[in-house]
């Protein structure tokens, strides 16, 4: 009944365990072959949104662009998610599926020192380059993270289970993963549906509306959904209404809020505490 | 002993029971409101309900407690959790505890309804949930 | 029992009883010639006494008594060579007496002529009104009746004497004798009377040496006195200047931000470094609002989880209330129909009361002191936190002795301490635990006492002396700033009083804020 989320410092690794427990637990899994449903449902490329979710984070213009394919795919990936028995994993969920009682969080890692050695092997580079290109992915996945999430997708205190390879093997982890989700505290409730359902809405309302308003921020509860939008006083009134037209036209959503943010600073300020 | 669904709902504020035990009724629930854990915990010694509704938040004695006493008395009783304090820890810990489920506050009545018809199909006697809908339409 | 002890001011403790458990202290007080600008002008307007003029003058009187010891000198010096001058005078003066009397002998035994001695007689004559000023300076207008008479008279004695006796008066021999033996006599009485005049002026002499002696001992003396007094006056004041500034440091680092005010009748070099200070301390309190402020809004950051919480039990009752209305609209007879309106009202008024606190909280206000009923301000302040107490499911148990006087503060600033030492206080209980807040005098008189005490697992004695310290914080990474005690503390001092703490390891710990009662009346304090 519960859901899954992996999240892995190796994507290959984290496919595996997610299948696998999937597998194990009868459950559906959900992984990157989602992109190809994203990609055709909002006309981008399927490379586009991979090279979203897995580029290292680069120029400021691309961050627009990179953050409305990542709207693409929290809105796809919430809808989901609101099924129960679901497996996640290599869409960032983890980022997004926050305070959430029946989705147990996974983070898989691998020893440092391990994974260089494996780097250089299969890269046929020397052990001490690979240590460095190790602790810059490692770097790369945290400033991501934070830039995409405000989040260090590396702190541990983000999940309800971390499992090291180097110390259990994949078909352990699998088997503490499927253990785990079977306690009774990762059983969904009313509670803890609704905050999905919140959160696909809000996703929902927020894809309808990014192309217009990139930096747009929406919140839902029970099918009121409130939206904060960067404004100049002058297009004010007119932006508050395109809002309210275009949010309120989705099933589910029966009564919109728009507030106008003019301290982009303080805002900013705001958000990230 | 009638059919009707024994349903009892602790909540120390007045204004829930008032209105959830109309609401409950409409559904075939034969609801007891309490406000004071304290005499519903005495009562509850005696009588087994099929679903016990329950404030966390409470003065002298907390939801958890009345949980952890139901479990512990009529292990069948479904207990429903409803709270304004709702967040991740503690949801997981009704679960944890054996809650039948967990509600945050604001919620309508019919957010509870749909729960104690789950629960009441959990425990084997169905009711007509789909009929007071019906009948609300109509009406 | 954990002991560390901070001292302020310099103060011992109130109370050192015999339990002797030592607790930190902070202490200030609140002076009551608040502003700045009011002791500017009362540091300014004072008579200039710089320290330079106390050099100067210092030294000026130093010189002074320098040159009168000169003078002095000099004149004694003066009187001396008189003396000696006169001594040189009369010492002529018997010695041509002497010289006529050999004459005068020897005209006796020889018969040699008189009129050698007559020569000497009246060069002796020739030495006395030669040296007539001196004469009269050392013997007053006088001294012509004291000698020259004798002088006179035995000069016609000679005179008589030295008459041929083949001369028509020739004396007769009898004559002559009687004469003689007069001469002789007003001889030896001229020469004793110079000679006792000598000797009578040179123990003046010695009297005058002897006197100069000891004027030039005692005036070395008073000089040496007067300078060592001028050094114990300068260093003295310098040094209690420094001292007091020294305190002045003091009392702002305890955060007492008081304008100094003049402590001595005159301005000095002191004086425009209190000036600097004040200026200083201006700038500190505005750092120190801005400080407070933003200390408010964590506060108030805190606190919003907890009404975000409390206002979904009357949503809830709106909620369904207007839920089961739409539903039974029909069904329902007037009588219900109004019952629920009135619950939908009651309960958005109760949504907005549970707001307005926090808004009235969070808004930002000047200073404004007042007098204050201190349980009815904590009162408000554990009503303010009562939705994070509920959230924390923690029991608050809150008691105060009935009749207390009242305190002198600005409440809202009072209000953020008493609410930083409840928040505290909630996040060091566990689940189930137990606060107290109690309002009571304090040991001492003339002050009251709140203690806020948990039940927590108290604080480990290697931190507490450094808890009020800013940035000091126990709490996680993003969960505190350290500065809510330091900040309580910069408060509590500036209404002159102290924040103690005393804690047992395992058995929570007490903040005890002791604040002075009001001295000032009320339509004094509301009239600021």
């Known amino acids: 009944m519960p859901l899954i989320i992996v999240s892995s410092d190796n994507f290959k690794q984290g496919d595996e365990i997610g299948q696998k427990v999937a597998g194990v637990l009868g459950y559906r899994y959900v992984g990157r072959e989602l992109l190809t449903w994203v990609a055709s449902e909002n006309q981008v490329s399927e490379e586009d949104l991979a090279r979203a979710l897995d580029d290292p984070p680069g120029l400021l213009a691309r961050r627009a662009r990179r953050q409305r394919m990542l709207g693409y795919i929290e809105a796809a990936c919430l809808n989901v998610l609101l099924d129960d028995n679901v497996v996640c994993h290599g869409l960032a969920a983890h980022l997004y599926v926050r305070a959430v009682s029946h989705a147990l969080k996974v983070r898989i890692i691998n020893e440092p020192e391990q994974r260089a050695e494996e780097l250089s092997q299969a890269e046929g580079i020397s052990l001490d380059k690979a240590r460095k290109q190790v602790l810059r992915q490692t770097k790369d996945e945290r400033r991501w993270s934070e830039e995409a999430y405000s989040l260090d997708q590396t702190d541990a205190s983000l999940y309800d289970l971390v499992i090291s390879l180097g110390t259990l093997e994949l078909d352990k982890a699998v088997e503490i993963i499927s253990d785990t989700v079977s306690y009774r505290k990762f059983q969904p409730m009313t509670y803890s549906r609704k905050l999905m359902q919140d959160k696909a809405l809000a996703a929902g309302v927020r894809l309808k509306l990014m192309e217009q308003f990139p930096d747009i921020r929406v919140e839902a509860n029970d099918g009121t959904v409130v939206a904060y939008i960067q404004s100049l006083k002058k297009d004010q009134r007119k932006k508050q209404e395109m809002v309210r037209q275009i949010a309120g036209e989705l099933p589910g959503v029966r009564h919109v809020e728009v507030h106008i943010i003019r301290d982009l600073v303080g805002q900013a300020a705001q958000s990230s505490r | 002993m009638s059919d009707n669904l024994q349903v009892l709902l602790l909540d120390d504020e007045p204004i829930v029971g008032r209105r959830l035990k109309p609401a409950l009724a409409k559904i075939g629930c034969d609801v007891d409101v309490f406000e004071d854990p304290e005499q519903a915990l005495a009562k509850m010694a005696q009588k087994e309900y099929d679903v016990v509704v329950t404030d966390i938040r409470m003065d002298q004695i907390d939801g958890m407690q009345v949980l952890e006493f139901v479990r512990d008395r009529w292990p069948r009783s479904k207990v429903i959790m409803i709270t304004g304090y709702a967040m991740m820890s503690l949801a997981r810990e009704a679960m944890e505890k054996g809650a039948f489920d967990f509600i945050a506050k604001p919620f309508k009545p019919d957010d509870l309804r749909r729960v104690i018809a789950k629960a009441a199909h959990a425990l084997g006697s169905d009711i007509d949930f789909e009929a007071v809908e019906m009948e609300k339409v109509n009406g | ?528």
């Open chain 3, 1 to 528: 029992m954990v002991e560390g002890s901070i001292q302020g001011n310099g103060q011992p403790p109130p109370e050192a009883g015999p339990q002797a458990e030592e607790e930190i202290e902070v202490q200030g007080r609140l002076g009551l010639a608040r502003g700045a600008e009011q002791a500017r002008r009362a540091l300014l307007n004072r008579p200039r006494f710089s320290l330079r003029l106390q050099i100067f003058l210092g030294n000026a009187l130093a010189f002074l008594i320098a040159i009168a010891i000169a003078i002095a000198l000099v004149a004694s010096f003066h009187r001396m060579e008189s003396k000696i001058r006169f001594l040189e005078i009369v010492n002529d003066y018997v010695m041509e007496v002497e010289q006529a009397r050999r004459f005068e002998k020897n005209f006796f035994l020889y018969g040699t002529n008189l009129s050698d001695a007559q020569d000497n007689v009246f060069k002796a004559e020739n030495i006395l009104s030669r040296n007539a000023e001196e004469l009269a300076a050392i013997m007053g207008a006088g001294w012509r009746e004291e000698m020259l008479p004798n002088l006179h008279r035995y000069e016609q004695l000679l005179e008589k004497l030295g008459q041929q006796p083949q001369s028509d008066q020739a004396l007769s021999k009898q004559e002559r004798r009687r004469v003689q033996s007069q001469v002789r006599g007003q001889g030896q009485q001229m020469v004793s009377a110079a000679l006792g005049l000598l000797s009578k002026e040179k123990t003046a002499l010695a009297e005058v040496l002897t006197r100069s002696r000891l004027l030039l001992f005692y005036s070395v003396g008073l000089l040496l006195l007067c300078m060592a007094l001028n050094a114990y006056l300068l260093g003295s004041r310098m040094l209690s200047s420094i001292n007091r500034f020294g305190q002045y440091a003091h009392r702002i680092a305890s955060g007492d931000f008081t304008p100094l005010t003049p402590s001595k009748r005159y301005r000095d070099e002191f004086t425009e470094l209190a000036l600097a200070i004040n200026s200083m301390i201006e700038e500190l309190e505005d750092r120190e609002a801005v400080l407070v402020q933003s200390h408010k809004m964590r506060a108030v950051g805190t606190l919003t989880a907890g009404v975000a919480h409390e206002l979904n039990n009357p949503m809830n009752n709106i909620t369904l209330t207007a839920h089961m209305l739409q539903e039974d609209y029909a069904d329902l007879d007037d009588q219900e129909r109004l019952e629920m309106i009135g619950d939908v009202v009651g309960e958005a008024s109760r949504a907005k009361k549970i707001i307005s606190n926090l808004l009235d909280f969070a808004r930002e206000s000047g200073s404004q002191l007042e007098p204050l009923d201190l349980p009815e301000l904590l009162r408000e302040t554990i009503a303010l936190a009562s939705n994070q107490i509920k959230l924390s499911g923690i029991k608050i148990d809150f008691q105060a002795s009935g009749n207390l006087p009242r305190v002198h503060g600005d409440s809202q600033q009072l209000r953020q301490v008493f609410l930083n030492l409840i928040l505290n206080a909630i996040d060091a209980s566990s689940k189930g635990g137990q606060i107290q807040v109690l309002v009571l005098p304090a040991d001492e008189p003339n002050y009251l006492a709140v203690k806020v005490i948990d039940s927590g697992s108290g604080i480990p004695a290697h931190i507490l002396p450094s808890i009020f310290d800013p940035f000091f914080t126990t709490k996680g990474k993003g969960k505190g700033t350290g500065l809510g005690l330091s900040v309580s503390q910069g408060i509590v001092a500036k209404h002159g009083g102290r924040i103690r703490v005393s804690s047992q390891e395992k058995q929570g710990a007490t903040f005890t804020v002791v604040l002075p009662v009001t001295t000032i009346p009320a339509e004094l304090g509301a009239k600021k």
